[in-house]
Each structure stands twice: as C-alpha cells, then as structure tokens.
C-alpha cells in the first residue's frame, strides 16, 4: 500500500446520477461497499452488525473469512458478501479440487439463496504478505471457479484475489505503470484467469500512504479529491489528474495492459484513511478522513471512471466497517473504522439516516448561481412539485432565490426517500431538523 465540465452540465448530470441512482447498489454507476474485519475483541454480534447495516445504504460487505455466523446473520437481508478464503486455506484449496468443492458447498452453497453472495476472495495480499504460497495462488482459484461451475453458481459469484499496490513497480506517470519483474509471472497467470472468467483484478489502493509517505511532492488536496488542486498531467498521453486515486487505478490498468490484458475490470477491495494516529503519522483525522471517503464515495457513485477509462464503473470497499482494537502496526491501523465497536460513528459521513422528521433547504452562503443551477433541476428533471412557489400561490412570498429553492430542494428530498443524497444538489443543500415552514407556506 503506497507509492469537471462546465458548472451547469456538471451539476445536472450529478443530479441525474443521484436521481436514477438512490443507493450505492446500482448498475447504472460504481457500487460502494464495506470491508467487515474482525480484528478486535469488542465487536458486536454478527446479527447486530447486520442490523446496523441496514441503518445504511451500504448493501455490499467483504468479509476475510467465512465466519458462519456472519454469513448467517446476514440471510434474508438483502446484504450481498464477498466471502474470503484465509491466507491459511490457500495451499489446500490450491492442491485438492475436492477441497475447493467441499469449501464452496459450507461456505456458499449451504447458505444460498438466504444469503446473497457476489465473490470468492482468495487471501488478502498475498504475494506480498505470503510470498512462499505465490505458487499455490492461481490454482487455489481454478480450482474454486470449477468448483462453482461443478454446483452451477459461476454465473453468480466470480473469484479473485485482493493485491497490494506495491505490486505496481513503477506508478509514476501512472502510463508507465508495471508490474514488478518478480511478480510478472504470476500477474500473467492471474490476469489470464481473470479474463476467461470475466472477473476483476481487485487492488487495495490506499491515498493516504502514499501521501503519509511524501507530503512534501503530494499535496493533500490531490489526495483527498479536494480542490483547489493543480493535478497533474500525464506527459505520456496528455491525460489530466484530478486526484491521486485515479492516477494509481490508471497505473495498474497500463500494467495489465503491458502484459495484454485491457477487459479486465477492477475492484478496489479496499481503500479509506485513518481518523486517528500517532503525532507522526502524517494526514491522520477526523477530517481528512470524512473528506476522503465522502469525496470517494461520490466519486465512484458518478460513474465517472478514471482518465484512461473514462465513464467504465468502478466499485470500492471502504476500509474498514469498524475502528479494530486488535490490529497490529501504529495507532492508524487501529483507526480506519466507520463505525466505533459500540455501533456510534466515528465521523459524520451521512451513511445513517437522522432519527425523526427531517427537511432540505438551500445552504447559506451556497453559491447563487449553482443554487440557481439547482432550483431549475429540483422543478425540472428532478421532478419536485414546484407550484406552490410560483407568482400568486402560498409559497411564492419571499420573492427570494433562496426561499424558493429551500421549498423545491425540499419537495425532491422528501420525494426521494430523504437520502442525504437527495439534499447534495452540488453542495448547495443541508439537512435540518428544524421545519423551515412558515405562515401560509407549509413544507411537506
């Protein structure tokens, strides 16, 4: 782990991605998930944890495990698991198909159609944290995708690996990505799976240690999808960088296409910042890391895509679920977590709903002309009832561009589902709890 248009056009097409894509579980864009580790003796139970997702529209976990009771707990919840195959289990799987039969029927098969399931994932890192099992790697994965196909689940979960991005040799400008020489063989023989199987390659992409590491050449902006920032710009194909996220996934897409592979997809199987570090650890907080996974979040629900790959839909899974008390390493590895073990959060990201009736209305001091940009979508495309804030009727007093777009920012939100994301509207919107109606003019 290492080494936009015009205003307008930008604003209507965020609007139109949250419109047809109210939850993180979509086709029309990249899905955001959850890595769900276990690292840590204070937890609550699976079923609790199940439960707080719902709270959430999280709908997509990773496990690193099988664990039973989680794979229990999240039956008939609408909750789909990427199982994981431990490091510990690769060797067997690796050299035994009636191994690999006998996992997927105890650890899939026997829990379906309860518990929906989306991927097999074989270790975690494994050619960087487990060099001696590099030679059981790929055949640990055939052999489950022939198991899959033996009990006729293929078409439902494909099999992968998570890698590290220290794989990526040279990231820098991320057209010269490769794969380093010692592992190039074995990245042929996992990418030629991939692509037979049509599965993705999944790599865990961590800004922050690559920022952590070099704050001096890596401004934190570029990091954390914050502008301003002046990117940078690949001198390679002219391509232009927003934020360091993209340049990495872009850096592994020219890796696997200099071995030739360029229809395999990729997964983020893990990303996110730490909240919490020691005095020396560069970029920990609160802060950076509410910014960075808001601003992620966003940006893989917009179907964006990367500048090599612009508009291909790409999912993630935030690292981690919970803050883990057991994790080794400095204190951020014990502080990457959504969510404290006593299921409060531990920062405000807007993945739980408030309790109670709550309302959208125009932010103040937003921009006048992107809340203006907003007010016509709300009562256009959006498809919020606007008339009673036309010239004559209850709501139209105070002529004020503020006051009608409160009103209209409000009838889209209740309309659909009162998401947090229905009250963005390009950072012009805020949720409150306090009823912004007035004499005459109530609000819905």
Request: negative net charge.
């Amino acid at each position: 782990m290492i080494k936009l248009f015009s205003t307008t056009l930008a604003n209507i097409v965020g609007f139109l991605v949250m419109k047809y894509c109210l939850h993180f579980l979509t086709n029309c864009a990249g899905t955001v998930g959850v890595n769900y580790g276990m690292l840590a003796n204070n937890l609550p139970a699976a079923v609790q944890v199940a439960q707080l997702l719902l709270t959430t529209p999280l709908r997509n976990v990773k496990l690193y495990n099988a664990d039973q009771a989680t794979l229990q707990a999240f039956a008939n919840t609408g909750i789909t698991v990427a199982v994981g195959v431990t490091n510990n289990e690769i060797s067997l799987l690796a050299g035994s198909l009636t191994s690999a039969r006998s996992w997927v029927q105890t650890n899939v098969a026997a829990y379906m159609p309860a518990t929906k399931f989306s991927h097999i994932v074989v270790g975690n890192e494994v050619l960087t944290v487990s060099p001696e099992l590099e030679a059981f790697l790929v055949p640990a994965m055939i052999n489950l995708h022939k198991a899959l196909v033996n009990l006729q689940l293929d078409g439902e979960l494909k099999v992968s690996t998570p890698h590290n991005l220290n794989l990526i040799g040279n990231s820098y400008p991320p057209s010269l990505g490769t794969f380093n020489n010692n592992v190039s063989m074995t990245m042929q023989a996992v990418l030629a799976f991939l692509s037979q199987t049509n599965s993705p390659f999944m790599v865990n992409a961590y800004p922050y240690f690559a920022y952590s590491a070099n704050p001096s050449s890596i401004p934190l902006n570029y990091a954390i999808f914050q502008q301003p920032n002046t990117g940078i710009t690949d001198i390679n194909t002219g391509l232009h960088y927003t934020n360091l996220l993209d340049a990495q996934l872009d850096a592994v897409f020219s890796a696997m296409e200099r071995l030739g592979y360029n229809n395999v997809p990729i997964v983020i199987s893990e990303t996110g910042w730490p909240s919490f570090g020691d005095p020396n650890e560069i970029g920990c907080g609160m802060m950076n890391a509410q910014l960075y996974n808001g601003n992620l979040i966003k940006h893989i629900t917009s179907h964006a895509g990367t500048p090599l790959r612009p508009g291909a839909s790409t999912d993630a899974f935030l690292f981690a679920l919970f803050n883990e008390d057991l994790k080794p390493g400095p204190i951020s590895e014990r502080n990457f977590g959504l969510f404290n073990p006593n299921e409060t959060v531990v920062y405000n990201l807007g993945l739980t709903q408030p309790v109670g009736k709550t309302w959208c209305v125009a932010k103040p001091g937003a921009s006048l002309p992107d809340v203006t940009n907003a007010l016509n979508y709300a009562c256009g495309e959006g498809g919020a009832d606007c008339i009673p804030i036309q010239v004559g009727n209850p709501c139209y007093e105070p002529d004020t561009l503020t006051s009608h777009a409160s009103y209209a920012f409000n009838s889209y939100y209740q309309l659909n589902g009162r998401n947090y994301w229905n009250c963005y509207f390009a950072n012009t919107g805020l949720i409150t709890i306090t009823d912004p109606s007035y004499a005459g003019c109530p609000f819905p």
